[in-house]
């Protein structure tokens, strides 16, 4: 399938674009990093780039920031083309995974380092300034003249987004910044993070291969897979409705089986399971009749009765998550799949258990009929 | 550079170099006394069982003789015959001076078996204890009668044999005429001295030793060659200054650079002058007419020699007429040795470089055992090449 | 107890080298340069500094030391620093190793073949001719101090262009990619973020060069034919030729103090650089 089709930036940006990559590409000898890239970044928007390692997110990310030019297609930057413009002439500043910190500097150079590149000079005390007010804003007030190695590693993950901020650049580039941050941490720079976008209105370009991170932070997310863009869309949007069983997978967790189209009614197909058992999904765009689809079904789209329609199951494992309970069932033909039963389901029907026999529905409209890719 | 038993001085890498270019040693002797085919070498050392060792008939003299020596001095093949004949290898190590080669003697650990002392050292060996007396019963090809007296006489101190002579020869310069007026060699150490400054500059070289650098500028004022009075010896030195910016070098190793054509003029021992006329027509072999050197090589072993028997068996090897013959051919100084000089060509027998005109020679002095001694030329020397 | 013990042991041998190799030639040295030259060479016991009120006869030798040895050093410095970070920097990762290996293999002749290919290279015959081809008469490199600064580049670029490429190669290249990201340009970043980085190698190429330069023999005497002398020269001729070893002794104590005397001036220098750096304000 061809992921332009889901790329609309008229639609789906809405303020203007500060940034676009159209048609690009980038070889490395034989290495595709990345292929025929269309995406639009608008201005103040949060987007994630996201997808498993090797897919081309950080040549994106470096295309963007200059320090890899394009094999073919453009780079603009607030409409320029800038597809040969050197990073250091590029309003764009970047997080480098490992900081980049500059070891031989203070905290304070450090940070100090783009502004004192700017032509015609600042005046130090503008710089001074500057300086402080970015390490209030990364909570470092008062680390001015410490070394950048002594600092911990969330301190050096503030200190080197203060560095980029200071400048105030158009576009802000973030390589997986949060990766080396324990998992308490991370939760807690990627809330930081979040609220200073908002706060300081600047364009953010994530990459990450987490998707809670993803889904968190953004406002939009760009899936990618093997050098392409897959999917570009709001956390809602990929979520109710991947383009294929990839984003699918990738953006929450649901139930695939594996099945043939075999009718086609309005917006609902007919599709065979390769049980036989015939199942009621809501179409997906280019879904045809005859095609091998794969059908998503999110855990917490099934209800489980003890009795009434639906197909029957057994209950194998009960995992009791306080707001959700989470139960792997069992059909005798199509294999174990996880539901996820709000508290209040089971105020109704009574706590299942363990070998339970129930019934399990769902709505004809909560499947999806995707591309099996 | 001071050498040792596995190091290779320039002068002898130059002369080896110029020896195998010229195809009189094999491409395998160069690579090993070079060092270059010191890999091998060290192979063979390991494992002594490799070296092929003939048995002998005089009996076992060790494995090898250590010889000190001066550059351009000796035929390789005659080495070759002797290892050969004895299965002792003879390793040489290479000298620019006397004062060198006494300083490693009076330092120790010397660790040679013959050296090649010239005749006014001789006595401060002696006085030293640095030298054994020679058993002439050991030395059977030592013919003394055969031998002139006026070049083997220093090798007797106190009526006792230390040293048996090797070659003499005298120190003069090499001109390239190439470059003079009129294709005219010069004549005198004064001229030699003054177109040094003048027409020469930047082309002269003068060896680095006292005894014919000091010596040879005492004559341009007609003073001794041998000179330790302090006044004349201001006056060399206030000339050896003002001729110093002029100099192309201060080296012994004179035919590197008379060969390339840097240098147009030089200090040099007779040989070298013989094997720079040889192969460069245009270089002429002067002596001064004020005079000069004259001196006379002899073979010695230092006290504590550690292979003994080997030293007296090279020595007398290398005294065998025959060999001496060869010897000769090789490096262009006459011997004192009645006998090898009759087995010699006519041609080389009458040869002027060899065996100068009666009144250049008569002119010429023997080097005195002070000027080897003596503070004041040693410092003059240092003071003039630190300059 | 037993740590200490075990610190002793790995200490010993290094102790015992320094002490044989170092403590004791230099205690005999310093005793010698007391004493007064024998009647024919040697040394003779005394107690006297005449030796040392002689040293200015040696002036030259030490001029020539202190101006060439810094010269070549810095010459030195000049030409393997862009050589060093184009290795570390620029080249591809297999042509790195191939310009590497051609850097040592020079090393693996000794200096001795080598001069005499500058010989012949400065001789007359050499670059000289060559040049006489453009037009330039009667240039003369070899036996000038330009012949002996080229020889001291030649010899110990090796020896400089190491700890630099250690150092380069080190450094990593995302602080360069920083540097450009934040409106650098690429002098700027050499100059802010590549040089003060480098530093450590430079100062350990120089400090290695300089100190094997003070003590230089060879190189002068085959390529300043005798002419270019340093106090390395004037050691050689004091205990060689003139075997004045009570002088020659004075004249090794002087070099050893004068050398600790600049490279610990040169450490306190490249400390205080270093500090500097932590002093300056933000700007
Ligand atoms: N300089 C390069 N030379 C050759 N191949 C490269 C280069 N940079 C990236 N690649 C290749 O391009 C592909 C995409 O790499 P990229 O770094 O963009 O992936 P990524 O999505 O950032 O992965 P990760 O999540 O592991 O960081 C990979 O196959 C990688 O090996
Ligand atoms: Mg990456």
Same mark, same amino acid.
């Not at chain 1, 809501?282 to 009434?308: F, M, N, T, W, Y």
């Not at chain 3, 060093?84 to 297999?94: D, E, G, T």
């Given at each position: 399938?061809?992921?332009?089709?889901?790329?609309?930036?008229?639609?789906?940006?809405?303020?203007?674009?500060?940034? @676009?990559?159209?048609?690009?590409?980038?070889?490395?000898?034989?290495?595709?990093?990345?292929?025929?890239?269309?995406?639009?970044?608008?201005?103040?928007?949060?987007?994630?780039?996201?997808?498993?390692?090797?897919?081309?997110?950080?040549?994106?990310?470096?295309?963007?920031?200059?320090?890899?030019?394009?094999?073919?297609?453009?780079?603009?930057?607030?409409?320029?083309?800038?597809?040969?413009?050197?990073?250091?002439?590029?309003?764009?500043?970047?997080?480098?995974?490992?900081?980049?910190?500059?070891?031989?500097?203070?905290?304070?150079?450090?940070?100090?380092?783009?502004?004192?590149?700017?032509?015609?000079?600042?005046?130090?005390?503008?710089?001074? @300034?500057?300086?402080?007010?970015?390490?209030?804003?990364?909570?470092?007030?008062?680390?001015?003249?410490?070394?950048?190695? @002594?600092?911990?590693?969330?301190?050096?993950?503030?200190?080197?987004?203060?560095?980029?901020?200071?400048?105030?650049?158009?576009?802000?580039?973030?390589?997986?910044?949060?990766?080396?941050?324990?998992?308490?941490?991370?939760?807690?720079?990627?809330?930081?993070?979040?609220?200073?976008?908002?706060?300081?209105?600047?364009?953010?370009?994530?990459?990450?291969?987490?998707?809670?991170?993803?889904?968190?932070?953004?406002?939009?997310?760009?899936?990618?897979?093997?050098?392409?863009?897959?999917?570009?869309?709001?956390?809602?949007?990929?979520?109710?409705?991947?383009?294929?069983?990839?984003?699918?997978?990738?953006?929450?967790?649901?139930?695939?089986?594996?099945?043939?189209?075999?009718?086609?009614?309005?917006?609902?197909?007919?599709?065979?399971?390769?049980?036989?058992?015939?199942?009621?999904?809501?179409?997906?765009?280019?879904?045809?009749?005859?095609?091998?689809?794969?059908?998503?079904?999110?855990?917490?789209?099934?209800?489980?009765?003890?009795?009434?329609?639906?197909?029957?199951?057994?209950?194998?494992?009960?995992?009791?998550?306080?707001?959700?309970?989470?139960?792997?069932?069992?059909?005798?033909?199509?294999?174990?799949?996880?539901?996820?039963?709000?508290?209040?389901?089971?105020?109704?029907?009574?706590?299942?258990?363990?070998?339970?026999?129930?019934?399990?529905?769902?709505?004809?409209?909560?499947?999806?009929?995707?591309?099996?890719? | 550079?001071?050498?040792?038993?596995?190091?290779?001085?320039?002068?002898?890498?130059?002369?080896?170099?110029?020896?195998?270019?010229?195809?009189?040693?094999?491409?395998?002797?160069?690579?090993?006394?070079?060092?270059?085919?010191?890999?091998?070498?060290?192979?063979?050392?390991?494992?002594?069982?490799?070296?092929?060792?003939?048995?002998?008939?005089?009996?076992?003299?060790?494995?090898?003789?250590?010889?000190?020596?001066?550059?351009?001095?000796?035929?390789?093949?005659?080495?070759?015959?002797?290892?050969?004949?004895?299965?002792?290898?003879?390793?040489?190590?290479?000298?620019?001076?006397?004062?060198?080669?006494?300083?490693?003697?009076?330092?120790?650990?010397?660790?040679?078996?013959?050296?090649? !002392?010239?005749?006014?050292?001789?006595?401060?060996?002696?006085?030293?204890?640095?030298?054994?007396?020679?058993?002439?019963?050991?030395?059977?090809?030592?013919?003394?009668?055969?031998?002139? !007296?006026?070049?083997?006489?220093?090798?007797?101190?106190?009526?006792?044999?230390?040293?048996?002579?090797?070659?003499?020869?005298?120190?003069?310069?090499?001109?390239?005429?190439?470059?003079?007026?009129?294709?005219?060699?010069?004549?005198?150490?004064?001229?030699?001295?003054?177109?040094?400054?003048?027409?020469?500059?930047?082309?002269?070289?003068?060896?680095?030793?006292?005894?014919?650098?000091?010596?040879?500028?005492?004559?341009?004022?007609?003073?001794?060659?041998?000179?330790?009075?302090?006044?004349?010896?201001?006056?060399?030195?206030?000339?050896?200054?003002?001729?110093?910016?002029?100099?192309?070098?201060?080296?012994?190793?004179?035919?590197?650079?008379?060969?390339?054509?840097?240098?147009?003029?030089?200090?040099?021992?007779?040989?070298?002058?013989?094997?720079?006329?040889?192969?460069?027509?245009?270089?002429?072999?002067?002596?001064?007419?004020?005079?000069?050197?004259?001196?006379?090589?002899?073979?010695?072993?230092?006290?504590?020699?550690?292979?003994?028997?080997?030293?007296?068996?090279?020595?007398?090897?290398?005294?065998?007429?025959?060999?001496?013959?060869?010897?000769?051919?090789?490096?262009?100084? !006459?011997?004192?040795?009645?006998?090898?000089?009759?087995?010699?060509?006519?041609?080389?027998?009458?040869?002027?470089?060899?065996?100068?005109?009666?009144?250049?020679?008569?002119?010429?002095?023997?080097?005195?055992?002070?000027?080897?001694?003596? !503070?004041?030329?040693?410092?003059?020397?240092?003071?003039?090449?630190?300059? | 107890?037993?740590?200490?013990?075990?610190?002793?042991?790995?200490?010993?041998?290094?102790?015992?080298?320094?002490?044989?190799?170092?403590?004791?030639?230099?205690?005999?040295?310093?005793?010698?340069?007391?004493?007064?030259?024998?009647?024919?060479?040697?040394?003779?016991?005394?107690?006297?500094?005449?030796?040392?009120?002689?040293?200015?006869?040696?002036?030259?030798?030490? &001029?020539?030391?202190?101006?060439?040895?810094?010269?070549?050093?810095?010459?030195?410095?000049?030409?393997?620093?862009?050589?060093?970070?184009?290795?570390?920097?620029?080249?591809?990762?297999?042509? &790195?190793?191939?310009?590497?290996?051609?850097?040592?293999?020079?090393?693996?002749?000794?200096?001795?073949?080598?001069?005499?290919?500058?010989?012949?290279?400065?001789?007359?015959?050499?670059?000289?001719?060559?040049?006489?081809?453009?037009?330039?008469?009667?240039?003369?490199?070899?036996?000038?101090?330009?012949?002996?600064?080229?020889?001291?580049?030649?010899?110990?670029?090796?020896?400089?262009?190491?700890?630099?490429?250690?150092?380069?190669?080190?450094?990593?290249?995302?602080?360069?990619?920083?540097?450009?990201?934040?409106?650098?340009?690429?002098?700027?970043?050499?100059?802010?973020?590549?040089?003060?980085?480098?530093?450590?190698?430079?100062?350990?190429?120089?400090?290695?060069?300089?100190?094997?330069?003070?003590?230089?023999?060879?190189?002068?005497?085959?390529?300043?034919?005798? &002419?270019?002398?340093?106090?390395?020269?004037?050691?050689?001729?004091?205990?060689?030729?003139?075997?004045?070893?009570?002088?020659?002794?004075?004249?090794?104590?002087?070099?050893?103090?004068?050398?600790?005397?600049?490279?610990?001036?040169?450490?306190?220098?490249?400390?205080?650089?270093?500090?500097?750096?932590?002093?300056?304000?933000?700007?």
């Amino acid at each position: 399938m061809n992921s332009a089709g889901y790329i609309q930036p008229e639609a789906n940006v809405r303020q203007t674009a500060i940034a @676009e990559l159209k048609g690009v590409s980038k070889h490395f000898g034989d290495v595709i990093a990345a292929q025929d890239l269309n995406l639009a970044i608008g201005e103040g928007e949060f987007l994630s780039l996201l997808g498993p390692s090797g897919c081309g997110k950080t040549t994106a990310l470096r295309m963007l920031a200059g320090f890899e030019a394009p094999t073919s297609g453009e780079v603009l930057l607030d409409g320029e083309d800038v597809s040969a413009l050197e990073p250091y002439h590029r309003p764009v500043n970047m997080v480098f995974q490992h900081y980049a910190l500059f070891p031989h500097m203070t905290v304070a150079q450090n940070i100090a380092y783009g502004l004192k590149q700017r032509r015609p000079r600042l005046p130090k005390a503008v710089i001074a @300034e500057k300086v402080s007010h970015a390490l209030e804003v990364v909570r470092l007030d008062g680390y001015d003249r410490r070394r950048v190695w @002594e600092l911990s590693g969330g301190q050096q993950q503030r200190v080197a987004l203060a560095r980029a901020i200071v400048n105030e650049p158009k576009l802000l580039l973030l390589d997986e910044p949060m990766a080396a941050l324990d998992r308490k941490l991370r939760k807690e720079m990627q809330l930081e993070l979040k609220t200073l976008q908002r706060k300081l209105g600047i364009t953010f370009v994530l990459v990450t291969h987490d998707q809670e991170e993803a889904l968190s932070m953004s406002d939009r997310i760009c899936i990618m897979r093997d050098g392409r863009i897959v999917q570009v869309g709001s956390p809602q949007d990929l979520y109710d409705h991947p383009s294929s069983r990839y984003v699918a997978g990738f953006v929450g967790t649901s139930n695939f089986f594996d099945g043939t189209v075999t009718a086609r009614s309005g917006n609902l197909v007919s599709v065979r399971l390769e049980n036989g058992m015939s199942v009621e999904t809501s179409r997906a765009d280019g879904i045809d009749q005859g095609q091998e689809v794969c059908i998503s079904l999110r855990p917490e789209q099934i209800r489980l009765k003890r009795s009434g329609e639906g197909v029957p199951v057994s209950v194998t494992n009960r995992i009791f998550l306080g707001e959700h309970t989470e139960y792997i069932v069992n059909h005798q033909t199509l294999g174990e799949f996880l539901v996820l039963s709000p508290r209040q389901s089971e105020l109704n029907e009574g706590q299942f258990d363990t070998g339970d026999l129930l019934v399990a529905s769902w709505e004809a409209t909560a499947a999806l009929a995707l591309d099996r890719t | 550079m001071s050498n040792n038993n596995n190091y290779i001085s320039k002068q002898k890498f130059m002369e080896e170099l110029y020896r195998y270019k010229k195809g009189s040693v094999t491409r395998r002797h160069f690579m090993n006394v070079t060092g270059l085919g010191a890999a091998s070498a060290v192979m063979g050392a390991a494992m002594p069982g490799l070296l092929p060792r003939p048995a002998f008939a005089a009996g076992d003299i060790g494995d090898r003789v250590i010889l000190a020596t001066w550059p351009n001095y000796h035929d390789p093949a005659n080495f070759d015959a002797f290892s050969e004949a004895t299965g002792a290898r003879v390793q040489v190590n290479v000298f620019g001076s006397n004062e060198e080669m006494l300083a490693k003697l009076q330092a120790g650990g010397s660790g040679w078996d013959v050296y090649v !002392p010239t005749n006014y050292t001789i006595t401060t060996y002696v006085d030293l204890d640095l030298i054994e007396p020679l058993d002439t019963s050991r030395l059977p090809n030592y013919n003394a009668p055969s031998y002139d !007296p006026r070049y083997a006489e220093a090798g007797s101190v106190g009526g006792k044999l230390y040293a048996v002579p090797k070659n003499w020869g005298s120190t003069g310069f090499v001109v390239n005429t190439k470059h003079t007026d009129g294709g005219q060699p010069l004549t005198t150490w004064k001229e030699f001295w003054d177109i040094t400054m003048n027409q020469f500059s930047g082309r002269t070289t003068v060896h680095d030793y006292q005894l014919t650098t000091i010596g040879n500028a005492l004559k341009y004022f007609g003073y001794s060659f041998n000179s330790i009075d302090e006044k004349e010896l201001a006056d060399a030195e206030q000339l050896l200054l003002d001729v110093k910016p002029h100099l192309f070098a201060i080296s012994s190793d004179i035919q590197p650079s008379m060969r390339s054509g840097d240098s147009w003029l030089a200090m040099a021992w007779s040989g070298d002058g013989k094997q720079l006329n040889t192969d460069m027509p245009e270089i002429a072999y002067v002596l001064g007419a004020e005079g000069g050197e004259l001196w006379s090589d002899y073979y010695a072993i230092p006290k504590g020699a550690p292979h003994m028997d080997a030293a007296y068996a090279l020595i007398n090897f290398m005294l065998d007429p025959a060999v001496n013959t060869k010897e000769v051919l090789a490096h262009g100084y !006459p011997t004192a040795d009645a006998t090898t000089t009759a087995m010699l060509p006519v041609a080389l027998q009458n040869d002027p470089i060899l065996y100068p005109a009666q009144d250049l020679l008569d002119a010429l002095e023997f080097g005195a055992a002070a000027t080897l001694t003596d !503070p004041n030329r040693a410092e003059l020397m240092a003071r003039f090449k630190s300059a | 107890m037993k740590q200490r013990t075990r610190n002793w042991l790995l200490l010993a041998p290094a102790g015992t080298w320094f002490l044989v190799m170092l403590i004791v030639p230099l205690t005999v040295v310093l005793i010698f340069s007391f004493g007064e030259r024998g009647a024919s060479g040697g040394y003779v016991p005394a107690l006297t500094l005449e030796q040392y009120a002689n040293l200015p006869a040696r002036w030259t030798a030490f &001029k020539n030391t202190m101006v060439l040895a810094p010269a070549g050093t810095m010459a030195a410095l000049l030409i393997a620093y862009p050589l060093a970070y184009f290795l570390a920097v620029r080249a591809s990762p297999r042509w &790195k190793t191939i310009l590497l290996v051609l850097v040592i293999v020079p090393f693996w002749t000794s200096i001795l073949i080598r001069s005499y290919a500058w010989i012949f290279l400065l001789g007359g015959r050499g670059i000289p001719a060559l040049l006489g081809w453009a037009g330039l008469e009667d240039i003369r490199l070899i036996n000038t101090p330009f012949a002996v600064l080229i020889g001291i580049i030649y010899g110990y670029l090796p020896l400089m262009v190491f700890p630099i490429f250690v150092s380069l190669d080190r450094l990593d290249k995302r602080l360069l990619e920083a540097s450009s990201d934040l409106g650098a340009r690429p002098w700027h970043t050499f100059v802010h973020v590549t040089l003060p980085l480098s530093i450590p190698g430079i100062a350990t190429g120089c400090m290695l060069v300089f100190i094997l330069l003070m003590g230089e023999f060879l190189i002068p005497a085959m390529l300043g034919g005798g &002419k270019v002398f340093f106090v390395g020269n004037a050691l050689v001729d004091l205990f060689l030729q003139s075997r004045n070893w009570a002088y020659g002794s004075a004249v090794a104590v002087t070099l050893v103090v004068v050398m600790l005397v600049t490279v610990t001036a040169y450490m306190r220098l490249i400390k205080r650089l270093g500090a500097q750096r932590e002093d300056v304000a933000i700007m």
